[in-house]
Nanobody, 118 residues
Framework: QLHLVESGGGLVQPGGSLRLSCAAS????????MGWYRQAPGKERDLVATITNTHRTNYADAVKGRFTISRDNSKNTMYLEMNNLKPEDTAVYFCKADVWGDPDQTYWGQGTQVTVSS
């Protein structure tokens, strides 16, 4: 069973930066896709960014140019560098891991709160 633990959330002023981490309990080398999602109060959980095990990345339009996703297989950790934060980035941020196989398996972390406010 793979466990994911997010950290790095907090309160930051508009224009500020945060780096989120997602630590996995097992080697992430074989995890095909890892991603960050976010959920604001009263809204659905939305994709923020994904990264494959070949380091191909994909971003939501709302965060392109401001957020950077990365993964360090040697540390079993995925990151989300967030710059120029805006109040609309306020949400609980979740990390997700997809392992393709028979059957496919999906794992979620418990989430970390990011609040952007002056």
């Amino acid at each position: 069973q793979l466990h994911l633990v997010e950290s790095g959330g907090g309160l930051v002023q508009p224009g500020g930066s945060l780096r989120l981490s997602c630590a996995a309990s097992q080697n992430i080398f074989r995890i095909n896709v890892m991603g960050w999602y976010r959920q604001a109060p009263g809204k659905e959980r939305d994709l923020v960014a994904t990264i494959t095990n070949t380091h191909r990345t994909n971003y939501a339009d709302a965060v392109k140019g401001r957020f950077t996703i990365s993964r360090d297989n040697s540390k079993n950790t995925m990151y989300l560098e967030m710059n120029n934060l805006k109040p609309e980035d306020t949400a609980v941020y979740f990390c997700k891991a997809d392992v393709w196989g028979d059957p496919d398996q999906t794992y979620w972390g418990q989430g970390t709160q990011v609040t952007v406010s002056s």
